[in-house]
């Protein structure tokens, strides 16, 4: 059983060497991004309305460019990166209620994230009169800040690993790629920071915006407030080869214990197929075909969310435009030239484990368990010839903030035993579990066990009492009760009991209460917009990115 398999797998370790985190921190002061940045920290922003129409939906937003040191460890070499940044200011800073920003992530590496300064307001309506809200591009994603590398792969090199092996080669050493990373994302969030005058740096960041948030925390201590990290990676690990490499895995043990019990359910009630039940899919991997990311976006532009639809909506406009854009050339550019900005933070983020062996080794087992088509191949393997010194830090218990981690059960893309062990691994961190629950991107949930204990943490200033929390899911569309899937969890978190046969064993029963949104469906666009421009950058490169910016 693939399930038992995957659990297997991660409590082994799975085939990752990757078992010792990075060296302690020193609990020593902060980088001061004023002194390093010299007289860009002078620059005065001039706020008009948003490239992605964020200042359209919100009278109280405006955006502006950013100009930062290209790399903030050798901030005097002259050369810069711009990039946008939102700002929702629904609050006067002078008023003696006023608590501060709290800027947000929606994911990646790749997602753009202007629309975070109108959807954190929307999320947090009880917040909006004491805080104000910051979105922002990460650099890599506005023009302003593109990193390119040209390569070239060895005809006489038959290896399915060729490509990857000359991107790591000839890229990985790239001066302008190498300032394209998270580490160096976290000094430009600490600018925006200084730039608004605000102390403290309060922050939301879902799925890869966890490996932001804790990255932030961890370079940037004394000046981060309350952050909230949903759908988790591992962030106590040095980087996050782990999460890749364990995907395929995931996302079978997703469609076994929790596709098929609802499948069995539904399909039991007359008129339902399970053709009408499916689950949502990976969005198309950088490699798919132009057939293949049009299928995928019809499908999408008929979601139920709203926000989904339009950001399918919009990609099929991007790639109506592309298609123009090839007919109208006699050969699309196909220089072999680096231009997607998700391959460079992730091998730039930590140092995969190197060569073509143990990955030869990685894709017959996952060919033999999961199957020969596969999404997730591809950025597992990008980074085997990347060689890179950066890694996470390891936090530090002196001086780590304030944090909350939100996991679901059976979350695919941030895969349970990951988010919990950030959850419970990370210090001075509360841990709430969503049982039964399989979404990718929580917070708004629906229900007051989860929603509550965020809002409090940013009105108080202070974590829930209990370490570790375990709300019960919501039930699933078509149904009024909560089922149990996988295992039952503990007061601790952990799974206890065999695994659940019976697809029609009821669960606990949630409070449930309306909300504007679901985290699930922010998440859900981020994670189609970053794949998007890595579909764009791997078929059009710089011309089909221009096009879609």
């Excluded at 002078?42 to 359209?56: A, P, V």
């Amino acid at each position: 059983m693939v399930a038992a398999a995957a659990v297997a797998c991660i409590a082994a370790g799975g085939l990752s060497p990757l078992t010792s985190p990075a060296p302690a921190q020193a609990a020593t002061d902060v980088p001061d991004v004023a002194k390093l940045a010299g007289k860009l920290s002078e620059q005065k922003l001039t706020w008009g309305e948003c490239s992605d129409g964020s200042s359209e939906k919100s009278a109280t937003t405006e955006c502006a460019m950013v100009e930062v040191p290209r790399d903030w460890k050798d901030p005097e070499n002259g050369k810069t990166w711009k990039f946008e940044v939102s700002y929702n200011k629904l609050n006067d800073t002078k008023d003696s209620r006023y608590k501060g920003i709290i800027m947000g992530n929606p994911g990646g590496p790749g997602g753009e994230g202007l629309w975070m300064a109108n959807h954190l307001a929307k999320a947090l309506p009880d917040l909006n009169p004491y805080y104000n809200f910051v979105g922002f591009n990460p650099r890599g994603i506005d023009r302003e800040s593109r990193a390119t590398c040209e390569y070239s792969v060895d005809p006489n090199d038959k290896s399915p690993f060729a490509e990857v092996k000359a991107i790591g080669r000839d890229c990985a050493g790239d001066p302008d790629v190498k300032t394209i990373s998270t580490e160096q994302t976290t000094y430009d969030m600490d600018f925006v920071r200084h730039l608004l005058g605000e102390e403290k740096l309060n922050f939301f960041g879902y799925s890869y915006g966890t490996w932001m948030g804790t990255w932030y925390s961890n370079v940037f201590h004394s000046k981060a407030g309350l952050m909230t990290l949903d759908s988790a990676l591992d962030t106590t690990q040095a980087t996050y080869q782990h999460d890749k490499e364990f995907e395929p895995w995931a996302f079978e043990r997703k469609r076994e214990l929790w596709n098929e019990p609802y499948y069995k359910r539904l399909t039991s009630k007359e008129g339902v197929t399970e053709e009408s039940t499916n689950e949502e899919e990976a969005p198309p991997a950088a490699d798919a075909s132009e057939k293949e990311q049009e299928s995928f976006l019809k499908e999408e532009e008929k979601a139920s969310s709203s926000i989904v639809s339009e950001t399918a909506g919009e990609q099929l406009d991007d790639l109506r435009k592309l298609k123009s854009l090839a007919s109208q050339q006699d050969s699309v550019d196909k220089k072999k030239t680096l231009t997607d900005m998700s391959y460079m933070v992730r091998c730039n983020d930590g140092q995969y484990t190197q060569g073509e062996e143990y990955w030869k080794k990685w894709t017959e087992k996952v060919k033999k368990e999961i199957g020969e088509k596969n999404p997730y191949f591809l950025p597992a393997v990008q980074c085997l010839n990347w060689k890179t010194q950066t890694k996470m830090a390891k936090a530090d218990p002196e001086t780590y903030p304030q944090t909350i981690v939100i996991q679901a059960e059976l979350d695919a893309n941030t895969v349970w035993e990951h988010g919990r062990a950030t959850g419970v691994g990370l210090p001075n961190t509360r841990f709430i579990a969503v049982d039964n629950e399989g979404a990718h991107g929580i917070f708004p949930y629906g229900t007051e066990e989860v929603d509550r204990k965020v809002v409090n943490f940013y009105m108080k200033g202070k974590l829930p009492k209990k370490d570790i929390s375990v709300a019960q899911g919501k039930p699933r569309p078509g149904e009024d009760v909560t089922y149990e899937y996988w295992k039952p969890l503990n007061k601790k978190a952990n799974h206890y009991g065999e695994l659940v046969s019976d697809p029609w064993q009821k669960a606990g029963t949630p409070t449930i209460v309306p909300v504007p949104v679901e985290g699930a469906e922010v998440v859900r666009s981020a994670e189609m917009n970053a794949a998007f421009r890595a579909w764009v950058a791997n078929n059009y490169g710089e011309a089909g990115l221009d096009l879609i910016s």
